[in-house]
Structures are given as C-alpha cells and as structure tokens.
C-alpha cells in the first residue's frame, strides 16, 4: 500500500457506484497527520517547497523534505485551498461506457492522472492560479482528498507514476537546472512544444528522499514503469533523437527501444508486461523531416499529427494502430490488453477539440468514447481492475482553459454505440 496517506473522510449515506469505491479506499487507509490549455499542451503548477536541491550522480540522492508524522512517516506539502474534492457531474447523454462521473480538481490546470497499482491514489500534475506559474506533480484520494505535493516545488516537473509493489513515485523535473520555472516556446510559428532539459527522479514516500536516475542533458521524460517495477520506459534525447528507451528501476542499464526518425513517446505497458503503447510523430516527406530536424535543433517538436503505435516489451514487432492522419495521442491499454484508450481530434480534423476513443489493437473497432462537444478530453488511465476510468477534461470549468481531473465509473455499453466521430 502505498504510503503517501493521510487522514480520513466523512462518511456518507447512500453512497453509490464511484463513491462506494472512494469510501471503501479510505477507511482501508491508517489515519497519518497531516503534515496543457488544448490537448497535451498542459502546463501545469503547485507550491514552492523548502527542500535544498543538491545536484548528484545518477542513483544518488538529492533532496529530501516535507513534514514527518510522529511515526517518522513523511507526509508531502500540500497548498491552500480547496484545489480537490469530488463533485459529482452527469456525462453526456451519448457517454454510455461511463455509468457515472465524479470532478477531483477544482480551478488551473490538472491532467496525467495515473492510479497507483492498489488503486487507491491518484498521482497527477498540477499547474494553479497564485500557488506557482510552472507545473507540479501531487497525489490525492479517488475523492481528492489527502492532496500531497510528490516533486521538489521548484522547476518545471510532468509525468508523474506510481512504482509497483513499492512506496515509491516516479516523475521527471527541471529542477537540477533552475529552480524558476522554463520559459513557454513561442508558438508564433505554430503549436510547439519545448524539449526542456529534464531529468527522472524517484520520491521516496516513506522518508522523502529524492533520487536522480538520468543524468544525460536534454530531455529524459514522460517516464513510466512496467507492472513489474523492474524497468522504467522514457523518451530521450541521448542519441540526438525524441526515441524510447528503457532502463533498469534504478536507472542503470540504458537500452533504446525505438531508432525510427522522429518523436516516440507517451509509452504505457500493458497490464501483463508483454507489449507497450506509444505515440508517435514519423515524418513522411522531405519537407516534414526538414521541419522535425530543424525544430529538433532549437529544442522544439511540433505538436500535431501523432500516430498510436504498439511493440513488443524489446521493441520489437512495432506495429501502427491508427493511421488517420490526426492527433492521436495519450494512448493506453484497457486491462484485457487487447484495447486502446486514448485521445483525438479525429472528429475535429487540424482543430482544437479532443475526445476519448478506443480501438482494438490490430487498429479495428474504433469506438468514440467521450462526447464533450467543443471541448477537450485526454490522458485517460483505467484502473488496474477496469472498474474506473481517470482522465482530463475542460467540461464544467468555471474560467476558460481550466482543466480537471475526473473519475469515471466504467462500464461495458451496447455494441450498437455510435463508431464515427
């Protein structure tokens, strides 16, 4: 279990569906004191801390903070403010895979947020007004609360995940470079993305240390762990190119998964280890690699068409799953391994709105899953039973380009669900 928690809930009578399952989570807790706007372009935030960060050799440590219990348990900071809770939302008329809806975050921009293995935390990355301008990863209860700040509060951190079987977190940040948050790239000359120069370090939710597993410059992010806990999968900059690779949990043993010119990443396993999602950007033409290369040297990627792709655990057998030419992005396997999750402007082509769908992995059966019309959806995660769903939505924000973290309850729906965007 992890032990990054804290505190307890009130109950409540007549709960139901998602809210069972949240209260079910929380009284199995030991009671601790407390101690992008459009699509994957979120820029996200959180509090200051006080941890001293101490540059070190990959594997060694290189902060440690945040309050202990008298148990000697470290407990993260948290702001103040009512940024979490669960709200209760109705989905869409057309949103028949989700029984019913609950909004975790309050105000900002919150997204990747990712169960742990006992399903009882959501980790996730938090950008909030007058708290800090640049992104932060916390952790929360399936109801919000018990809000903890998992990375250093200093620099600009993304894609935070939960080790298996270990209280431990992982999550890539800045903050070895600069404790100010990277400046935003000029979008003049479209929607770009910058490669800031992250490294990936574990917290440990025990006693807090942080510990740095990379230490090539450029960019080592979007960092995920197989369900095993043995081997980290990351994009990286280290051979001149945005291509997977793997390392051993302690950072050790570096090996490249991926050696096709152009962005690989947003890499997820699926639920028995044998075969990994992913992204991707290839390049078709000659005036497409020109661009890629060309922003590729200015620490930049353009963020659009994005194909989902799956391969063996090696790397091997890379097959394309979808091939429609759109934005495509956040991809990840439902439980029976034998489905995709994951986000698209399909229905909206070269614009700004995104939904959910699913595909079988031999690229057959696409199912639109969300209907948030004019709006945004993306970075879904299923729990590791397939009774819940997690992902990033715009819908019901109270100020223009908020976005939330819900928590769905999933079910199976007809098969005569409408398939085209």
């Keep these: 279990m992890t032990r990054i928690k804290a505190g307890m809930p009130g109950d409540r009578a007549g709960a139901t569906g998602i809210e ?27 509090c200051g801390g006080d941890e001293a960060s101490v540059p070190a050799i990959g594997g060694a440590s290189v902060a440690s903070g945040g309050a202990e219990t008298a148990a000697g348990g470290w407990v993260g900071e948290a702001p103040a403010g009512a940024w979490t809770g669960a709200m209760p939302l109705d989905p869409a008329p057309q949103e028949a895979h989700i029984a019913s809806l609950q909004r975790l975050t309050h105000g900002g921009t919150n997204a990747e947020a990712y169960f742990s293995p006992d399903g009882e935390r959501l980790i996730f990355q938090s950008t909030w007004p007058s708290v800090t301008e640049c992104d932060q990863v916390y952790t929360m209860r399936l109801d919000g609360s018990d809000l903890q700040r998992v990375s250093t509060g200093e620099g600009r951190t993304t894609c935070g995940y939960f080790f298996p079987g270990r209280d431990l977190a992982l999550f890539s940040s800045t903050h070895l470079i600069d404790a100010m948050c990277p400046p935003a790239p000029d979008r003049s000359r479209g929607y770009l993305w910058g490669l800031f120069e992250y ?131 956040a991809p990840f396997f439902h439980p029976d391994g034998e489905r995709i999750i994951f986000s698209s402007n399909l229905h909206n082509p070269g614009g700004r709105y995104f939904d959910l769908f699913m595909i079988n992995v031999d690229g057959t059966g696409l199912t639109r899953i969300t209907w948030n019309e004019q709006g945004f959806d993306g970075f879904p995660m299923f729990s590791a039973d397939g009774r819940y769903l997690a992902f990033a939505s715009d819908r019901g924000g109270s100020a223009p380009g908020e976005i939330n973290v819900f928590l769905a309850e999933w079910q199976e729906a007809p098969a005569a669900l409408p398939t085209a965007p």
């Design 20 to 46: 069972k399952v949240i209260e079910k989570s929380a009284r199995a807790m030991p009671r601790r004191a407390p101690g992008f706007a459009v699509a994957f372009a979120v820029g996200l935030a959180a």
């Design 199 to 329: 490294d990936v370090f574990t917290r440990d939710l025990v006693t807090g240390e942080v510990r740095r597993l990379t230490e090539t410059p450029g960019y080592d992010a979007e960092a995920t762990i197989s369900p095993d806990g043995s081997t980290i999968i990351f994009t990286s900059l280290r051979d001149g190119d945005l291509n997977l690779w793997a390392m051993d949990a302690d950072g050790s043993n570096p090996r490249q998964l991926t050696t096709e010119l152009g962005y690989q990443g947003g890499a997820f396993y699926s639920a028995d280890g044998s075969r990994i999602v992913y992204r991707a950007h290839i390049p078709r033409d000659d005036a497409e690699r020109a661009d890629y290369l060309d922003l590729l040297d200015q620490g930049l990627v353009r963020g659009g068409r994005l194909e989902v792709f799956v391969m063996d655990a090696d790397g091997s057998n890379i097959i394309q799953v979808t091939d429609n030419g759109a934005s495509n992005f």
